[in-house]
């Protein structure tokens, strides 16, 4: 067996004792989580409604990245013991809504009473030290756990996802640059030069929503350039740039692609830096973007 197989192997037997031991320590094997009346599945769902008037059931659903049988089965529980109340969407009425009762919220409030004192019994055994260790170590698994459930698609530029994250991409710049950005004077590309076979566009989702993209042109007898590579703010620090700028590549490289070039502005020093770090070299401007200070390529195939 090769080097890396027999490490990829002990990996996945390290992920599988750490999600025994996570399971056993905090109560999930239990029927009644918690010490409470229902299992953990009802339990994480009524505290996943939470405190907001209404929740698109759908929205609940892609956050908890469950199926519509199985959620369907866990609000109609909770619906039975006076705890959620399902409605239709005042304004649609195939959209189904969800909501906690005053029960419902009172049981809330025991859970959050219940969930501090399992994880003051985890941290009460360990020294301060010991204890900044785990938490510190427990962010970091999240980090890399939120990172790893991040789906990416080939969308079309004009689909709702895309655009909200165009938008809210020349918002930021607006706010980054001097003098604000107006995409009337960018050399914008047009959509159709995202769309096969001429380019594609690239749309991050985590937990349903959209939280980054990157787009690609594809030019018949030049190289490939990518644009609008953006990762909304809440989202940094998983990854996600370096992760769409990989993907970008790799697909330029299936389409043929030898080379493959991008522009950014000064203002941009994330991002410059992770093309630098990339392996992009800096090079004389390829064309005349008003808001661009550098230009970049990488060669894809030696």
Known sequence: MAVEQIAEVEQIEQVRRFNRTVAERVGVLHDRYLGGSRPYGQARLLWEIGDAKTHDIRSVRDRLGLDSGYVSRLLRALERDGLVAVEAHPRDRRVRT?????????????????????AASLLDPLDARQRDRLTSAMAEVERLLTASVVSLEVLDPDHPDAVQCLRSYAAELHELFDGGFDPANSRLPDP??????RGLFLVARLHGEPVGCAGLKLPAGAPAEIKRLWVRPSARGLGLARRLLAELEARAVRHGRELVRLDTNKALEAATRLYRDSGYTEVPAFNDESYAHHWFEKRLIP
Do not use: I, N
């Open 98 to 118: 969800v909501r906690l009762t005053e029960a419902g919220r009172e049981e809330r409030v025991l859970l959050d009473d219940r969930s501090d004192a399992l």
């Open 192 to 197: 159709g030069e995202l769309r096969a076979p």
